[in-house]
């Protein structure tokens, strides 16, 4: 697995797995299955490390221009981690079992909230996909779209009313990517990025043993 150097600062193994992992829930809540995952791991690898040399650029541009965040914004993103770990006591055992000191992880937070500001500069003027663009997206993937009967485990057509929302959302995240996409090239162009081989498919570090079996089932 690949992993890179943008501007001399190496892109952690970690940043990619986290942005595999990204992909990979939201090709799942998309349809994707298990399989067709497994199937298309080293694609969705290559886009990993990309969205994580994209990540990288995007956060040191937010940084350079200094986005406004107000403390009200960390808080709320503070309180949606609280939400998805099960509650304040499960937050502040993470940061304990991290080590990570509330402050430290509120600044982290900050950057965060600041790259999303640069994200939304970058998207402004990105149409929402129009009925017509949901419904032609249905036809040409109609075939697609099933669910398996409990009782009989025959596979039952979903219908465009039953997707509608889905289809709209995946249209409406494949355009703001392309925005975002395009400013990236532009920070990319004047950027020096090195691609670095890893020894691990995974992206897991095993040091100089290149012949190391993780176990998680790509090495």
């Known amino acids: ?14 940043a990619v797995r986290f942005e595999l992992d990204r992909l990979v829930r939201f090709y799942a809540s998309h349809g994707m299955t298990a399989d067709e995952v497994r199937k298309n791991l080293p ?53 304990a079992v991290q080590n990570l000191p509330e402050a430290d992880f509120r600044r982290e937070l ?3 909230a600041r790259v999303n500001k640069l994200v939304e500069q970058a998207c402004t003027g990105v149409p929402e996909p129009t009925e017509k663009d949901v419904a032609d997206f ?17 596979r039952i057509a979903l219908t465009l009313v039953d997707v509608h929302d889905q289809i709209k959302d995946l249209l409406r995240h494949e355009a703001r ?3 975002v996409e395009a400013f990236v090239r532009e920070l990319r162009d004047a950027a020096t990025i090195e691609y670095v081989e890893t020894g691990c498919k995974c992206g897991h570090d095993h040091g100089h043993d290149h012949s190391h079996d993780c176990g998680c089932g790509h090495c």
């Open 43 to 95: 694609k969705l690898q290559e886009k990993a490390l990309e969205q994580a040399i994209g990540a990288k650029l995007l956060l040191d541009r937010a940084s350079q221009l200094d986005l406004p965040v107000g403390a009200k914004e960390v808080d709320d993103e503070v309180s949606k981690v609280v939400a998805q770990v099960g509650g304040e006591e499960n937050y502040k055992k993470a940061l």
């Open 1 to 14: 697995m690949k992993t890179a150097k943008v501007n001399g600062a190496e892109i952690s193994a970690e």
């Open 110 to 112: 900050e950057k965060g």
């Open 177 to 179: 990517g392309r925005a």
């Open 138 to 154: 249905y036809e040409a993937h109609r075939s697609e779209y099933y669910a398996e009967s409990k009782d009989t485990g025959r």
